[in-house]
C-alpha cells in the first residue's frame, strides 16, 4: 500500500480547532487542498502528520504552537501614531491592515489596541502562539 513521502503532491480534507474546539478553517464541503509534502507550502506539524498516511486514512494530531505558525512575538507588537494612518481609514480593534517593511514588503497587521493619539499593531499570525488540533483525511496521492 502507497503511503505518503516527502515530495509526493497529496490532496487531503481537513479541518483545524484550536484546543478549545472551535473551527478555524475546514476543507469540509469543498474541494480537498492540494500541495508537495515537506516543500515548506504547510505548517511543518501538518507535513510531519501526513508523512507516512495511506490512501483514505484518517487521524487527529494536535500540532504544538512551535510547529504551527510559531510562539507569539512581542517585537511584532508596535505602537503607531493615528497620523501615519491614510485619512480614510478609521481605525478598530480587529481590524486588517497592510504595512510596508523596510525592503518594500507588504506585511498583513492586526489593529490591537486603539487609543487618543495611537494604535497597537500587531504583526503576528493570528495563531501565533495557539497549539492546533487538525482532522486529516488524505484522498489522493501522485
Known amino acids: 500500500m502507497t503511503k505518503v513521502k516527502a515530495n509526493d ?15 478555524f478553517d475546514s476543507s469540509v464541503g469543498k474541494d480537498p487542498i492540494e500541495f508537495t509534502v515537506a516543500s515548506g507550502q504547510m505548517i511543518k506539524g501538518f507535513d ?3 508523512d507516512g498516511m495511506a490512501l483514505n486514512e ?7 504552537a512551535a510547529d504551527a505558525y ?12 493615528k497620523e501615519n494612518l491614510p485619512s480614510e481609514i478609521v481605525p478598530e ?14 506585511i498583513p497587521v492586526t489593529i490591537v489596541e486603539v487609543n487618543k493619539k495611537d494604535i497597537k499593531i500587531d504583526a503576528n499570525h493570528a495563531l501565533a ?5 487538525f482532522e486529516i483525511e488524505v484522498v489522493e496521492i501522485a
Do not use: C
Open 93 to 106: 480593534i480587529g481590524q486588517q491592515l497592510s504595512a510596508t517593511a523596510d525592503n518594500g514588503q507588504q
Open 9 to 23: 503532491v497529496i490532496k487531503v480534507h481537513y479541518t483545524g480547532k484550536l484546543t478549545n474546539g472551535e473551527v
Open 58 to 64: 484518517k487521524k487527529t494530531v494536535e500540532i504544538p
Open 48 to 50: 510531519d502528520a501526513v
Open 70 to 81: 510559531g510562539e507569539h512575538n512581542q517585537d511584532m507588537v508596535q505602537t503607531v501614531p
Open 129 to 133: 502562539g495557539k497549539d492546533l488540533i
